[in-house]
């Protein structure tokens, strides 16, 4: 059952003379319960789309329907209050510094579930507890403690308002390696518990692949495809998703089709040509792609791509 679905999203920056669309029309669901993860390239906007699906930033234009209502319409804003949270890369983004650790995770306790203070402050023990964290860090400052540590606090504090949905951008990457498997292995525990559903933002395709039902491709503030993390990682479709397979020691051997390399570099998101962003780096390229503007379609169960060389009847 669809969570959240969000239509036409786009996102500007700048002013008149120096506007850059960063978000350039995203169509997206996410089902209760589901991981969907999404990747692409440093600057593709998957950090600017998450903040969107967070509230953390307004939209341009677009719809986003949470439980039936398109909360970026003013009257319907209370709806997601609380229920779509976010864990940043780095946890001291999201956590003060003045603050004590039980203070942070019994905040949204009290301002959201309305609890007085003693009884937030329980609370927040068991939220600690739940994130495997000792009692003994309830008292500390965030200056005292690990990053891993951190991110247990943001993520305490984040299950506290009991969100529906997690935007979770690259959770593990500010971490030390030895503790990624860790925080993913209670990520997944939380997930299961409290059937919370991930909006999973990673470089880590071994990674995204494991935990993610599906997997979004992001190239220039588009999704350019599409599908269960099975069938993407098989039968990866779009020259830009077979560009970042065949890059990845891990998959590059795997993929059945042949291998693709990209020319050139990613245009400025000030500078995208009209028709398929990705016409002067791709080896498929043709007329039409620089005179239409492609759509991402289904083109097998669940598996949508946008590319005229892979779908030359749309
Ligand atoms: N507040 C802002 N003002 C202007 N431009 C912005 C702003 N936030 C993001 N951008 C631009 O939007 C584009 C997408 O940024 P974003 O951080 O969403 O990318 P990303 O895919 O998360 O990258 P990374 O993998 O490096 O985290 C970049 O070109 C960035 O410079
Ligand atoms: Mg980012």
């Given at each position: 059952m669809q969570l959240i679905e969000i239509k036409a999203i786009k996102k500007n920056f700048g002013?008149?003379?120096?506007?850059?669309?960063?978000?350039?029309g995203v169509d997206l669901f996410i089902d209760r319960g589901e991981t969907l993860g999404i990747v692409g390239e440093s600057g593709c906007g998957k950090t600017t789309l998450g903040r969107m699906v967070a509230g953390l930033i307004k939209p341009t234009s677009g719809e986003m329907i949470f439980d039936g209502h398109d909360i970026l319409q003013k009257s319907h804003r209370e709806q997601a209050r609380g229920r779509i949270q976010m864990v940043f890369q780095n946890p001291v983004q999201s956590l003060?510094?003045?603050?004590?650790v039980g203070d942070q995770v019994a905040e949204p306790f009290r301002l959201l579930g309305g609890l007085g203070k003693s009884l937030a402050f329980e609370r927040a023990r068991l939220a600690l507890d739940r994130v495997e964290?000792?009692?003994?860090?309830?008292?500390?400052?965030?200056?005292?403690?690990s990053g891993g540590q951190l991110q247990r606090v943001a993520l305490a504090r984040a299950l506290a308002s009991k969100p529906d949905l997690i935007v979770l951008d690259e959770p593990t990457a500010s971490l030390d390696k030895t503790i990624h498997a860790i925080i993913i292995s209670l990520l997944l525990d939380v997930q299961q518990e409290f059937g919370v559903s991930y909006l999973f933002i990673t470089h880590d395709l071994t990674l995204v692949r494991s935990i993610s039902q599906r997997v979004a491709v992001m190239y220039l503030g588009r999704i350019v495809e599409l599908a269960t993390a099975d069938e993407l990682f098989k039968n990866p479709l779009h020259p830009y998703t077979r560009a970042l397979l065949s890059a990845a020691p891990t998959f590059g051997k795997q993929i059945h089709r042949e291998r693709i390399t990209l020319k050139g570099e990613t245009p400025s998101a000030k500078a995208i040509p009209f028709g398929c962003s990705l016409q002067d780096r791709c080896p498929l390229v043709h007329d039409r792609c620089r005179s239409e503007v492609p759509r991402l379609v289904e083109?097998?169960?669940g598996h949508q791509v946008e590319c005229f060389a892979v779908n030359p009847g749309v």
């Open positions: 002013s008149k003379k120096k506007l850059a669309t960063v978000i350039r003060n510094r003045q603050l004590s964290l000792e009692d003994k860090y309830f008292d500390r400052k965030p200056s005292q403690m083109v097998n169960q």
